[in-house]
């Protein structure tokens, strides 16, 4: 391939690349067609001044990714001062399964995590005892916390907090915590 040498070379190249505005073919484009990437979405609309306006629809100018008011309700758990480490945890999910589901296939389980029914959370706890502990369990979100450790735990899937059980294994220092999984769809999906 020859090279670009010459300086009339230089200028077609930069002809192709960015045609000028004035190019009859230019003119022929539709407006709609110069829009980029940076047109996405509505446009910032200036702030209402009037005061008989609703100001919940007027949206502050600021870098905020959320407002406060979308914020989950388990965000006062997050402690960023609480110098107490986080204690080792594990989550294993659970699935009641019978010999029908075994050897003959009848309920349609499978051993994917879709069919599990349940949520153990192991978590080792050094030095405590079953008195220290306190034990906080929401739909999504379990709170726990001893003299020594701190744990606030996002759970992968909603449960059922009152139905959960809890037991302290002096033994091994552990806590294993089973909570029912929350699946509104599993009539539908596993039917």
């Not at 995590?113 to 220290?132: E, F, I, Y």
């Not at 701190?150 to 009152?162: A, C, D, M, W, Y």
């Given at each position: 391939?020859?090279?670009?040498?010459?300086?009339?070379?230089?200028?077609?190249?930069?002809?192709?690349?960015?045609?000028?505005?004035?190019?009859?073919?230019?003119?022929k484009i539709k407006p709609m067609a110069r829009i980029g990437p940076g047109?996405?979405?509505?446009?910032?609309?200036?702030?209402?001044?009037?005061?008989?306006?609703?100001?919940?629809?007027?949206?502050?100018k600021s870098k905020d990714i959320w407002d406060e008011e979308e914020v989950?309700?388990?965000?006062?758990?997050?402690?960023?001062?609480?110098?107490?480490?986080?204690?080792?945890?594990?989550?294993?999910?659970?699935?009641?399964?019978?010999?029908?589901d075994l050897f003959l296939g009848l309920s349609r389980k499978d051993p994917?995590?879709?069919?599990?029914?349940?949520?153990?959370?192991?978590?080792?706890?050094?030095?405590?005892?079953?008195?220290?502990?306190?034990?906080?369990?929401?739909?999504?979100?379990?709170?726990?916390?001893?003299?020594?450790?701190?744990?606030?735990?996002?759970?992968?899937?909603?449960?059922?907090?009152?139905?959960?059980?809890?037991?302290?294994?002096?033994?091994?220092?552990?806590?294993?915590?089973?909570?029912?999984?929350?699946?509104?769809?599993?009539?539908?999906?596993?039917?």
């Amino acid at each position: 391939m020859e090279s670009l040498t010459s300086v009339q070379d230089l200028h077609a190249l930069s002809a192709l690349l960015n045609p000028p505005e004035e190019d009859e073919d230019f003119q022929k484009i539709k407006p709609m067609a110069r829009i980029g990437p940076g047109h996405i979405g509505s446009p910032d609309l200036p702030a209402r001044t009037n005061n008989n306006d609703d100001t919940a629809c007027v949206k502050k100018k600021s870098k905020d990714i959320w407002d406060e008011e979308e914020v989950t309700e388990v965000s006062h758990f997050d402690d960023l001062i609480d110098p107490r480490p986080q204690p080792e945890y594990e989550i294993v999910l659970k699935q009641s399964v019978g010999t029908e589901d075994l050897f003959l296939g009848l309920s349609r389980k499978d051993p994917s995590s879709m069919c599990c029914d349940s949520m153990l959370v192991k978590v080792k706890l050094p030095g405590t005892k079953a008195s220290d502990l306190v034990l906080d369990v929401r739909e999504t979100f379990l709170d726990l916390r001893t003299p020594k450790y701190k744990l606030g735990l996002h759970l992968p899937h909603p449960v059922h907090r009152q139905e959960g059980t809890a037991r302290f294994i002096t033994e091994r220092e552990e806590l294993e915590i089973t909570l029912p999984m929350n699946r509104p769809m599993d009539s539908i999906n596993l039917a």
